[in-house]
C-alpha cells in the first residue's frame, strides 16, 4: 500500500470500507437470524437493505474518483465479525443473547462511523464535495441505526436480559 498523498489515504480507507460493508451483508442475515426479539430484527433488518445502498454509494465514490472499486481487507471488520461468531456459537439465554449482539453490532456500527467521517473529511479537503456528499448521508444512515440499537437496548433487551438472569 502507497499512501504518499491524502488521496492515496481517502482512497485506502473507502477500500477500507467497501471491504467492512461487504462483510456485513455476508455476516447480517445470520445475526437476524440469531435474534429472538423482534424489533431487534426488524432494525437489522433495515440496516441489511441500508448496507446494500452504502455499499453501492462507496462504489459510486470510487467511479467519481476515477479508481476501481476494489475492497481491501478490513481487519477491523474482521475481528468485529469473529467476536460475532464466537458469540454465535456460545451457549447463551436468548435475551443476553440479543443484548451482546447488540453490543457487538454497534461496535462495528462505531469503526463504520469512525470510517465514514474520516473519508468524509479527507474529500472535503480535496474539494471531492460529491464524494463528501455521499460519505455524509452514509454516515448519517450508521450514526442512526446506532442510536436505534441504543434505543432497543435500553427499552427493552438489556432489561428483559438482567430479568431473566435472576
Not at 455476516?27 to 440469531?34: E, G, Q, T, W
Not at 448496507?51 to 474482521?78: D, I, N, W
Not at 470510517?115 to 455524509?136: D, H, I, Q, S
Request: aromatic residues 4%; contains cysteine; hydrophobic residues 40%.
Amino acid at each position: 500500500m502507497k499512501l504518499n498523498s491524502l488521496h492515496e489515504l481517502l482512497v485506502s480507507e473507502l477500500h477500507d470500507l467497501l471491504s467492512a460493508e461487504r462483510q456485513l451483508l455476508q455476516i447480517l442475515p445470520k445475526v437476524i437470524k440469531s435474534a429472538s426479539h423482534a424489533e431487534l430484527r426488524e432494525a437489522l433488518q433495515e440496516h441489511l437493505q441500508e448496507t446494500t445502498a452504502q455499499e453501492q454509494r462507496l462504489e459510486q465514490c470510487f467511479q467519481k474518483l476515477g479508481v476501481p472499486a476494489r475492497p481491501g481487507r478490513s481487519h477491523g471488520m474482521v475481528g468485529l465479525v469473529s467476536a460475532w461468531m464466537e458469540l454465535e456459537s456460545a451457549e447463551a439465554q436468548a435475551d443476553v443473547r440479543d443484548a451482546a449482539t447488540i453490543a457487538i453490532i454497534q461496535r462495528m456500527e462505531h469503526y463504520e462511523i469512525a470510517g465514514y467521517g474520516c473519508a468524509r473529511a479527507f474529500a472535503e479537503v480535496l474539494e471531492e464535495t460529491e464524494v463528501a456528499k455521499l460519505l455524509l448521508e452514509t454516515l448519517r444512515e450508521e450514526e442512526e441505526c446506532d442510536r436505534d440499537l441504543t434505543r432497543i437496548a435500553q427499552t427493552l433487551i438489556n432489561t428483559e436480559a438482567e430479568l431473566h438472569s435472576l
